[in-house]
């Protein structure tokens, strides 16, 4: 068994285990290329069939080729797709990039407030309809208590700390210094009453082994990740006001793998060109100890 092989297996008992363990779970899909993989996880786990609702937050800035990419793959794999959004400080135009507020701002109240209040059912939630393939509300308001979430240990700071069962208060915050031990694989699923889950299958995953992967399996991603012929590319997807490519000309997923195993990144974070990173002083612990992703 190679570490691509063991890295699946680990993250599909992962998986296998808290459907097992918690019945109100949904998985987070940032439509970037880590949730994806993890989303190609789930259809393994599950034989083809994900049992849990895909939620997507929609800041309403998303790169409109996430959005195309999205709707494309959730029809073509029948996917249980649901979104949420902060509809009233959007109406408002409560955001950054209208002016009204900084980059952080923007975040807890596009991101972290209507993740909040999706996985709360709250606020409206809009699941595709498979047979007019279109977004409906939902009528379903049911909380979702437990949140599957593609982070990585090494993509930023903060992730570092996480637990694969990382336990959260009612509200979702996070206290990064109570979290469970989890050695020798030894994982703690048993929580008290009214506990939030955040669950992570690809936290011992590296940047290199998701490229890899992907590659191997052949998994369909956002082509804003390779080089159009501009000598740039998006390393890391987000909103497209505080999100920039990197100088690259790597124009398929063997020159990504290519490009990192040559030390071209060495130096430079993967979220580098994330605007809001650099505006909370290089991390997004504030942001995640109140509910960030």
Not at 6 to 34: C, N, T
Not at 38 to 48: D, I, N, V
Not at 141 to 165: L, N, Q
């Amino acid at each position: 068994m190679n570490k691509l092989d063991s890295l699946e297996s680990q993250s599909v008992y992962i998986l296998r285990e808290a459907y097992r363990e918690f019945k109100s779970l949904a998985m987070l899909w940032s439509i970037g290329k880590d949730s994806t993989v993890l989303l190609w996880l789930a259809r393994k786990a599950f034989f083809g069939h994900v049992p849990f609702p895909l939620v997507h937050i929609d800041t309403s800035f998303k790169i409109p080729e996430m959005i195309k990419y999205r709707d494309e793959l959730a029809l073509k794999w029948k996917l249980n797709m649901v979104y949420g959004q902060n509809k009233a400080a959007l109406e408002a135009r409560k955001t950054y990039p209208d002016g009204a507020i900084d980059r952080i701002s923007c975040c807890k109240a596009l991101k972290t407030d209507a993740l909040r209040n999706t996985l709360a059912g709250t606020w409206p939630r809009y699941r595709i309809n498979h047979q007019i393939g279109k977004y409906e509300l939902d009528s379903n308001t049911e909380p979702y208590t437990g949140v599957i979430v593609g982070v990585r240990a090494d993509e930023e700071g903060s992730r570092s700390k996480e637990r694969y069962f990382s336990p959260r208060d009612r509200n979702n915050d996070w206290d990064v210094g109570d979290q469970p031990p989890e050695l020798w694989n030894q994982f703690k699923t048993d929580f008290a009453p009214g506990t939030h889950l955040r669950i992570h299958p690809l936290l011992d995953w590296t940047e290199l082994d998701i490229w890899e992967y992907i590659a191997r399996e052949n998994i369909p991603v956002v082509p804003l990740y390779f080089d159009q012929g501009t000598g740039k590319r998006y390393r890391s997807l987000g909103c497209y006001p505080c999100t920039s490519p990197v100088e690259s000309t790597a124009k398929n997923i063997l020159e990504i793998i290519e490009e990192l195993k040559s030390g071209k990144f060495k130096n430079i974070a993967e979220r580098a060109g994330r605007a809001q990173d650099k505006d909370d002083g290089g991390g997004l612990e504030t942001l995640r100890r109140d509910g960030y992703m």
